[in-house]
């Protein structure tokens, strides 16, 4: 593997110390390791730091990304390391910047309806401080419990409430990053509307890190609806359930949440959870459906056409998605883990009313490629996640051979049809190639571009998004 960048040195590290603080900068062997992969499980991409530090200010994270310009070094920005495109796995090696230390709610304003947080705090703890307050923070990715806002805005985290919020770059206002070439900028204000100058926080929002490395974020709150339901619909065919969410929408349900799992997600699941669920032995297959209101009447209005329309629709049963369905569906990631640390996680997306079009190939591509394969979706918002599992003991490197097969005949697939290979989980190191082979020339020349303007000696999380360096993609 090619590269320009120099080697960590002593006098690196020395600076580095003097910048953070010598408890705050590590090279130790057991550390090194740790912070070799993300939520990725194939040693395939694993590649070690040659140093980890801990800034705990965003003046810290400039005079760092200072040195790792003068020392020409790269740097990976690193949050909870929830990522699953090996997005914080450090490609080139050299340093690792790991955020958590800045970990701060620093204004919740419930009049005003606005967060300013640290890039460091979890995602749970922000949706805790904002519903302690009686308010809603809408950004809600599954690993929400795990996950830090500052990887939520660089990799513009989805989840399950964005068929109706929008994703992570729908709740911010502005974000405080730190240039490739360590400036300080405020990107964005806590307006309504501007048309003054360029939507930078726009730009800085799922560029996975390579932009810049976002420190401090002020997110939109919104109040609590008093009034919700969530229902399982139970489907006995998939083609039917898929096709489920254009109906909704169309009859003005405004769901907040509008998810899928098909049986062999659910089985693999309940195994995992040691749990039991209706209708998984006799092959069902779950929409679930969370609506929320202001007005109480509206809630029974909305539920009752909801049945309606699954019952037309195909739905054999219907009944309250309580507290184990939503655990039943976060757990799905961990649940396919636990089988196999080396499981792929598709998020492709594709326009609504192509679902039923796109899932249909779905099968026919497993059995091509020999693959094992449980699927759930956000189908509000058209992401579907198939997730192939090596049970065949593949070694890492036949299993990366074979995934990348796959995706060389799925991706174009998605792309006829109007989508795009991910949803919320963005392209990282994982899917570079794929991007690069995917996306319209002239697309790609302003994407690098942008980089290179920003990043002149591209140290910012390089390998992620585009290759630079013509190192991996030729």
């Not at 007005?295 to 629709?313: F, G, P, Q, S, T």
């Not at 690069?436 to 020339?441: C, E, H, K, V």
Request: one cysteine or more.
């Amino acid at each position: 593997m090619a590269s320009h960048y120099n080697p960590v040195t002593p006098e690196l590290i020395a600076k580095l110390k003097a910048v953070a603080g010598d408890k705050n900068v590590r090279c130790d062997e057991e550390t090194l390791t740790q912070y070799q992969t993300d939520e990725e499980g194939n040693p395939h991409y694993f590649r070690k730091p040659e140093v980890v530090v801990f800034p705990e200010t965003t003046e810290q994270v400039a005079a760092i990304v200072k040195l790792a310009n003068e020392f020409l070094v790269p740097i990976t920005p690193r949050a909870a390391g929830t990522n699953v495109a090996c997005g914080a796995i450090p490609i080139y090696h050299g340093i690792v910047l790991e955020v958590e230390k800045m970990n701060k709610i620093l204004d919740l304003n419930e009049e005003a309806l606005y967060c300013t947080a640290q890039c460091g705090v979890s995602t749970n703890d922000l949706q805790a401080a904002a519903r302690a307050r009686g308010l809603l923070y809408a950004g809600d990715p599954s690993s929400s419990e795990n996950c830090a806002i500052g990887g939520n805005v660089a990799n513009n985290a989805g989840g399950n409430k964005a068929v109706k919020y929008g994703t992570t770059r729908n709740q911010i206002y502005s974000v405080k990053v730190v240039t490739p070439t360590g400036d300080i900028l405020t990107a964005g204000a806590r307006l309504q509307k501007c048309s003054t100058g360029l939507a930078l926080e726009q730009l800085f929002a799922g560029s996975e890190g390579a932009l810049g490395i976002i420190t401090e974020v002020t997110v939109k709150l919104r109040p609590l609806p008093p009034y919700s339901f969530n229902m399982v619909c139970v489907f006995k065919d998939d083609a039917k359930a898929l096709a489920l969410p254009n109906k909704i929408l169309k009859a003005g349900i405004d769901p907040t949440s509008l998810e899928y799992m098909d049986n062999e997600a659910i089985a693999m699941t309940s195994k995992f959870l040691d749990m039991t669920f209706p209708h998984v032995e006799d092959g069902g297959c779950y929409v679930i459906v969370t609506v929320e209101s202001f007005y109480e009447d509206d809630i029974d209005r909305k539920m009752e056409k909801l049945v309606e329309l699954a019952e037309a629709n195909g739905s054999v049963d219907e009944f309250e998605a309580d507290a184990r369905i939503w655990k039943l569906r976060k757990q799905f990631a961990e649940a396919a883990r636990a089988i196999d640390k080396m499981f792929q996680t598709e998020d492709f997306v594709v326009p609504l009313d192509k679902i039923p079009e796109m899932t249909a190939q779905i099968p026919g591509l497993t059995k091509k490629y020999g693959l094992y394969c449980v699927t759930c979706a956000h189908i509000g918002d058209g992401n579907i996640h198939v997730l192939p599992l090596n049970r065949e003991g593949l070694t890492p490197d036949e299993w990366f051979d074979k995934i990348k097969a796959f995706h060389a005949d799925l991706f174009p697939r998605v792309y006829a049809l109007g989508g795009k290979m991910s949803g919320e989980h963005g392209i990282g190191f994982k899917k570079l190639e794929e991007f690069a082979r995917n996306t319209p020339a002239a697309e790609l020349k302003v994407i690098k571009a942008i980089k290179k303007a920003l990043d002149p000696n591209n140290i910012m999380n390089p390998g992620k998004l585009v290759d630079m360096n013509g190192d991996f993609v030729k």
